[in-house]
């Protein structure tokens, strides 16, 4: 005979987010638009994501970001292990092997950035390398736009003509 309990089993839930929450949606090989009066700005692209409510977050693996241009045309394709999104801010973070490479062929290497959504820029306090057919720069700090083609390295610690 079998007896039925008024006793509840309730899953275990492993809480492995910011501050232990639980993300509110999950996703695999997603993809968010940004942006600005009906015009692409940015399309990022995750292997994987995990949103949070109450930290306003998105963390990312596996993240790449194509950058546009005034005429809607891909002019920046960036990589990076790891990204998070601030949802507050729209602010994106790309974290560990980070690679920005131009439509003219300008390579960036850093090991962390932010593009801020405000005035699409690029900017970090971190050691940078550029590489681009006129010349290599490496040095810390940096703010570009999106494009990679207006930049500025705040503390060059080397730099040679190509």
């Known amino acids: 005979m079998l007896a039925c309990t008024e006793e509840k089993v309730r899953p275990v839930v492993t809480s492995n987010g910011p501050n232990g929450e639980i993300p509110v949606n999950e996703g695999w090989n997603s993809k968010i638009i940004f942006s600005?009066?009906?015009k692409i700005k940015a399309v990022l692209f995750a292997d994987y994501l995990k949103k949070y409510e109450l930290q306003r977050v998105t963390l990312l693996d596996g993240v790449k970001i194509n950058f546009y241009g005034k005429l809607q045309n891909i002019s920046t394709t960036l990589t990076s292990i790891k990204g998070k999104v601030d949802d507050?801010?729209?602010?994106?973070?790309?974290?560990?092997?980070?690679?920005?490479?131009?439509?003219?062929?300008?390579?960036?290497?850093?090991?962390?950035?932010?593009?801020r959504n405000s005035d699409q820029k690029i900017v970090t306090?971190?050691?940078?390398?550029?590489?681009?057919?006129k010349e290599i720069i490496e040095?810390?700090?940096l703010e570009s736009d999106q494009q990679l083609h207006n930049y500025v390295i705040f503390n060059v610690t080397y730099s040679a003509a190509v």
């Open 88 to 115: 507050a801010t729209r602010n994106m973070y790309a974290i560990e092997n980070v690679i920005a490479i131009n439509d003219s062929g300008t390579v960036l290497k850093t090991s962390e950035l932010m593009w």
């Open 139 to 141: 040095g810390y700090g």
């Open 36 to 38: 600005d009066e009906g």
């Open 125 to 133: 306090d971190k050691f940078v390398s550029i590489k681009s057919s």
